[in-house]
């Protein structure tokens, strides 16, 4: 089983800063990486897929990167909508199919 | 507009069972692969099952195997998940959430969740 390891678990940040979030994977998995955002109460959204691919309708300030193991998610300009959990999915190696922990990005 | 809307929890005993049922809209889902993802109480997420779009293909998370059975009728456009033998550690929210029509197997879109608490 592939144990995908996210950091920081909270991340402070001002509106109009700059956030990146890491998830690190035990192994390879090379480009099959998703990155989901979850406020409270409702549903995952995706984010982005093969590691660095935007969703329908995701703004252009979400942007992801990284390969094999370690993958960033980085929101250049935070507006108060992007505060939520942020988490990582490997969709390389299943079943099972494993998340990060999850990352909160909460207001400084 | 592409939707999934779970239904079926509820408050049940250590021990008994609950039917999980997910209604699509907005697609067809005969041609989609579909999941179950469950969230507990102020934790992440955990995987919980996997169907594809013909129902050949079938897996399941160690915690649930053997006690969860995952099917759909797509002639209703409906996922299921029947859960027997629940546990306290089975309580959480269940998502069902749909397989993009592509090679890759992650979730593109997902349901809002419904709530199973499983308590004496």
């Known amino acids: 089983e592939i144990v995908m390891t996210q950091s920081p678990a909270t991340l402070s940040v001002s509106p109009g800063d700059r956030a990146t979030l890491s998830c690190r994977a035990s192994q390879s998995v090379s480009t099959n990486l998703a990155w989901y955002q979850q406020k409270p109460g409702q549903a995952p959204r995706l984010l982005i897929y093969?590691?660095?691919t935007r969703a329908t309708g995701v703004p252009a300030r979400f942007s992801g990167g990284g390969s094999g193991t370690e993958f960033t998610l980085t929101i250049s300009s935070l507006q108060s909508e992007d505060f939520a959990v942020y988490y990582c999915?490997?969709?390389?190696?299943?079943?099972?199919?494993?998340f990060g922990q999850g990352t909160k990005v909460e207001i400084k | 507009e592409v939707q999934l809307v779970e239904s079926g929890g509820g408050l049940v005993q250590p021990g008994g069972s609950l039917r999980l049922s997910c209604a699509a809209s907005?697609?067809?889902?005969?041609?989609?692969?579909m999941y179950w993802v469950r969230q507990a109480p102020g934790k992440g997420l955990e995987w919980v099952s996997y169907?594809?779009?013909?129902?050949?293909?079938?897996y399941y998370a160690n915690s649930v195997k053997g006690r969860f059975t995952i099917s759909r009728d797509n002639a209703k456009n409906s996922l299921y998940l029947q859960m027997n033998s629940l546990r306290v550690e089975d309580t959480a929210v269940y998502f069902c959430a749909r397989k993009p029509f592509v090679v890759d197997y992650y979730m593109d879109v997902w349901g809002k969740g419904t709530t199973v608490t499983v308590s004496s």
């Open positions: 999915l490997q969709y390389k190696n299943w079943p099972p199919w494993t």
């Open positions: 093969d590691a660095s």
């Open positions: 907005g697609f067809i889902l005969s041609s989609f692969g």
């Open positions: 169907i594809s779009s013909s129902s050949n293909t079938i």
